[in-house]
């Protein structure tokens, strides 16, 4: 058996909800139950699909975390979407920490998975952890995650072991982009789909809980998620997978370029847009502040 699972195998048996269809806890209870690492197991096998956005600050987390998403990503994509960088390479552990405690903070029932900035952990399973474990003891996060397959087996087994829940990577993985050729479409053909699968297959072997699959063919990762018993989060990645990933400002139409697989949800940023020119109007005319809106004794 897997060791994740062979860990978990008896609390996966049980039902995590008593009483209630879902695999995963409650939404809105008080106190609110952590989503964790038996819950995702149990999500997949019971067929629920999962739920995972990406948030950077406390206000957005304690949103998403109300409504119900299961998992909230500190991911490194804070380097373009938040940051102002052309992409998520520039982004540093120094960065990512404060905003994965202010996600921990923020959150109660979501699993926060903080994401390892490229450098912070390819050279050696022993820079892996060290980096894991500031994202626990500083960030306050219950899980990391990190890109690539066979060449990072040996990270995700030695974090595994010394109790650190790892989500896995693969597919397009935005700090290869360089040698990638751009953002593209990975997996295509039979043995490059072959090999995806064979990386699914040594992060789950490894300990792994769960593997994103970003820009991958649609049947590929339906493949993925058919042999794989850890749970599955696509991002352009189709319909087949056993979760869903977005980057938020793409998923609440927060403006700029969001790519083709994001759905907008909503259009937030033109929203904001009118608040803020509306508050502009109201300051220039002398209509804001009206006397609700100040102190007169
Ligand atoms: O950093 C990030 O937002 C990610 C998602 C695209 C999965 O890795």
Known sequence: ????????????????????????????????????????????????????????????ARIFDAAGIDMLLVGDSMGDNMLGHENTLPVTMDELIPAVRAVSRATKRAMVVADLPFGSYEASPQQALASAVRMLKEGGAQAVKFEGGVRVAE?????????????????????SENILGGKRVQGRGDEAAERLCE???????????????????????????????????????GPSCDGQVLVWLDMAGMGGWSPRFAKQFAQIGAELERAASAYASEVRAGTFPSREHAYWD
Not at 26 to 53: F, I, S
Not at 155 to 175: E, K, M
Request: aromatic share 2%; charged share 10%.
């Open 1 to 60: 058996m897997f060791p994740v699972l062979a860990r978990l195998g008896a609390m996966s048996q049980q039902t995590p909800n008593a009483g209630s269809t879902s695999a995963l806890p409650p939404v809105g209870l008080t106190p609110a139950k952590r989503v964790r690492v038996q819950h995702l197991l149990a999500a997949k096998e019971q067929g629920e699909r999962l739920t995972m956005l990406t948030a950077y600050d406390a206000p957005t």
């Open 155 to 175: 990270h995700v087994r030695l974090l595994s072991g010394a109790g650190i829940p790892v989500v896995g990577h693969l597919g397009f993985t935005p700090q």
């Open 199 to 237: 990386d699914a297959l040594a992060l789950q072997d490894a300990g792994a809980i769960a593997v994103v699959l970003e820009m991958v063919p649609a049947p590929v990762a339906a493949r993925a998620s058919e042999i794989l018993a850890i749970p599955t989060i696509g991002i352009g990645a």
